[in-house]
């Protein structure tokens, strides 16, 4: 005769959940690790199109982003819907060729770079793909103006069969 | 009379760390941020007299993206598929056509010793191509026409590069190091025998409005 007596060992047996916050924790810290903050709230809508030849850029610091696109609904119904330019967080206004806003935003952007980057800027052109070139020269047109130079049209990853496809 | 300290109820920490997770997964973007890169020409200075260059026809090929993104190349219409052979041979003009760019004689310098086709100096002797690809558009070309085109373009370039870089140094030309010194040589030295010679005109209107 036993001393201690099983309780009644019919019910199911508990599962141990003593290491669900490890697991949990676990998948937050490669979250926190593998993802970046949103940092910009894009105000325009922007399908950037594909392309084979795309490659990484690589220094997020030096990269400013340019938007053009569509306005999204709750903007739309300020400012309408004709394409817009959207220079990191804030809307151009500006009418015709926006030279002066470029100016003004790349000269603040090349502020914050070190001195040994300040020619190394790069502007992000993240344009929709069913824009009219007539906005997007004229984006070019004011940041030749403004001598930022190297520019990076944004592009997702096209994978194309070796050979080729219609 | 050492009072033992209570112990700290865990079982809500999952909880928390649940609340955390989700936080994250929702506010958080995945993207990579990857694209074309190129270089715009800066803007003549006013007091640069503009003179007009003159350029052999024959190095001249012109891209045309009219304004219902009809692609015209050297004066014929165009499959955007076909570009990039298109680019290709007119890059390299391989049967000497009279109508072809011109192939110069030049030497490029590599590093000594780093490929086993070259001699031991080092330096590249061959015909390197004068032409240049004269990309135009309309102003209401469509973005995402205009970005395929640059695209078949770039990979053309790209081709002829990798397939130089893979003959005499068996590598490709993406995974060559550039923060190595002999890498970086060897990169600089392909981009000045294939040169990414495409220009962009200055804006203009092709015909019609807007």
Request: proline share 5%; aromatic share 6%; net charge neutral.
């Amino acid at each position: 005769m036993s001393k201690f007596k099983r309780k009644k060992g019919k019910g199911l047996p508990t599962i141990n959940t003593s290491s669900l916050p490890d697991i949990v924790f676990m998948l937050l810290f490669f979250f926190m690790v593998a993802t970046t903050m949103r940092e910009t709230e894009v105000q325009v809508k922007v399908k950037v199109p594909e392309a084979t030849e795309v490659k990484k850029l690589e220094k997020k610091s030096l990269v400013s982003y340019i938007y053009i696109g569509r306005p999204v609904a709750h903007v739309a119904k300020l400012y309408g819907t004709e394409p817009l330019i959207q220079l990191n967080d804030k809307l151009v206004s500006e009418e015709g060729i926006p030279y002066e806003s470029i100016q003004d935003f790349t000269l603040a952007e090349r502020e914050k770079l070190p001195e040994a980057d300040k020619n190394k800027m790069v502007m992000s052109l993240r344009i929709d793909e069913n824009i009219t070139m007539g906005k997007v020269d004229d984006v070019k047109q004011a940041l030749r103006h403004a001598k930022a130079l190297i520019i990076n049209y944004s592009a997702r990853k096209e994978y194309r069969e070796q050979g080729r496809q219609r | 009379m050492a009072r033992s300290t209570p112990e700290v109820n865990g079982g809500s920490l999952a909880d928390i760390a649940f609340l955390l997770l989700i936080f994250f997964l929702v506010t958080t973007t995945m993207d990579t941020d990857t694209g074309i890169t190129r270089l715009l020409p800066p803007i003549p200075d006013a007091d640069q007299e503009n003179v007009e260059v003159k350029v052999n026809k024959r190095n001249v090929l012109v891209v045309l993206l009219n304004r219902s993104d009809k692609l015209m190349v050297g004066g014929a219409e165009m499959d955007r598929l076909d570009l990039k052979d298109k680019t290709i041979e007119f890059f390299t003009n391989p049967q000497h056509r009279e109508d072809l760019p011109v192939m110069e004689d030049t030497e490029v310098p590599f590093p000594p010793g780093s490929s086993s086709l070259l001699p031991p100096n080092g330096i590249w002797r061959g015909e390197v191509s004068k032409g240049v690809i004269s990309l135009q558009n309309d102003r209401s070309t469509t973005y995402g026409k205009y970005l395929q085109v640059q695209n078949e373009l770039v990979a053309a370039v790209n081709l002829l590069r990798n397939d130089f870089c893979k003959l005499y140094f068996d590598k490709d030309y993406a995974d060559l190091n550039t923060a190595n010194p002999i890498e970086e040589e060897i990169q600089s030295g392909i981009r000045k025998i294939y040169k990414m010679n495409i220009s962009e005109s200055e804006p203009k209107n092709i015909g019609g409005r807007n």
